[in-house]
């Protein structure tokens, strides 16, 4: 028959449990209510570097948003915003002309809906993704006939050959766009501007990058170095959350403990003869089940196999826990592990070894 505990060790074990049932998980909302933006959502990091161009008066404004992610297919949707023109201020008479904004087309691929026929080539894009309209805008901006500031692009994402899906949490991607503004009566170059930049997809962090050109002075009279005046070249980055890694992290180290655990107790069990309960047979099996579980909830792991973090911590858990699910189920074959002629291996057999090597050394 059990003995008894002491009414004061009932208490004191009932009080610790309540107050870590309490504390975890207030502490822990409490640290996630106070993480910033950028580690839950992705909010951009907007870095511009360069000078603008002194003999430009004019310079459009624009805002971006990162909206969506397609890693297979290696494209990204932004969004652009126009947020502010210099031309534009309170006197009507200023006679502010159309703007042309145009992208490098060879970073976006080729949209369905457009005309395919023309092939990829490093000529100077000629057609405008957006056509800035400053006068319309300038007679106020509650002009619910016109259309919205705002347009899409989807871009072409790049990565480095150690840094694609087989990296995963580890893989980074990026996106080059270079925009450029002219006006539409004289084909005069208008400076562009990037604001601030925003990455809406949870579990994704963006950075971006914006250099703002000046007009290239040529080294000689051939003027081969002259270029367009005004021009941005923009390096959007995305990469997987801190807390996506550390969630990913958590997983595999996980993986390990509890298949080392599983090992353990199977080694104990099979080779050296210590008594075990067959309830214990079950849980090598179930444990592959649940891993296979979590591993798809990894935000973003790639489909099927092949990733840094299977080759690190699901295949040589999977391969221990089935060598200790079959040992474990095969010993049933030649003995009974929970037979009362056994031996349990607990810690006061552990502390008796110790012990023994101890006053005998």
């Known amino acids: 028959m059990a003995s008894r505990r002491s009414p004061s060790r009932v208490i004191f074990c009932f009080f610790t449990s309540l107050l870590f049932v309490v504390a975890v998980p207030t502490l822990w ?14 909010v951009s990091n907007t870095t511009v570097k360069g000078t603008r161009s002194k003999t430009i008066d004019r310079t459009i404004i624009l805002q971006a948003n990162v909206v969506s992610a397609d890693i297979l297919q290696t494209t990204m949707v932004t969004e652009w915003s126009i947020i502010w023109d210099t031309c534009v201020n309170p006197d009507p008479n200023n006679n502010c002309t159309a703007i042309n904004v145009f992208f490098d087309t060879n970073f976006s691929p080729l949209d369905p809906i457009h005309d395919n026929t023309r092939p990829y080539s490093n000529n100077k894009p000629m057609d405008p993704i957006f056509l800035w309209n400053a006068t319309y805008f300038e007679q106020g901006l509650a002009n619910f006939d016109s259309n919205s500031l705002t347009f899409r692009a989807k871009l072409t994402l790049f990565t480095n050959d150690v840094s694609y899906l087989s990296a995963y949490p580890f893989d980074s991607y990026y996106a080059d766009i270079v925009i450029f503004t002219q006006d539409v009566l004289t084909n005069d170059s208008v400076s562009v501007d990037l604001s601030t930049s925003y990455g809406l997809i949870s579990g994704i962090k963006t950075t971006t990058d914006a250099v703002e050109y000046s007009p290239w002075q040529p080294k000689n009279n051939l003027g081969v170095l002259q270029g367009l005046q005004g021009a941005i070249h923009i390096y959007m980055n995305i990469e997987r959350s801190a807390l996506v890694i550390t969630y990913c992290l958590i997983i595999t ?12 107790i199977m080694i104990a069990t099979v080779f050296f003869g210590f008594r075990q309960r067959n309830e214990i047979i079950v849980v090598p099996i179930g444990t592959v089940f649940a891993f296979t579980q979590l591993q798809a909830s990894m935000p973003g792991a790639p489909d099927g196999f ?56």
Request: net charge negative; aromatic share 14%; glycine share 4%.
């Open 253 to 264: 180290i996980t993986f390990w403990m509890v298949t080392l655990v599983i090992c353990l």
């Open 306 to 361: 092949g990733d840094i973090l299977d080759f690190a911590g699901v295949l040589p858990c999977f391969v221990l826990l089935s060598i200790s699910a079959i040992t474990m189920v095969g010993i049933y074959l030649f003995a009974n592990p929970d037979d009362p002629s056994r031996r349990a291996f607990t810690w006061n057999e552990l502390k008796d070894a110790l012990y023994y090597y101890i006053y005998n050394i």
């Open 29 to 42: 909302i409490d640290l996630v209510l106070r993480l910033p933006p950028s580690s839950t959502s992705g």
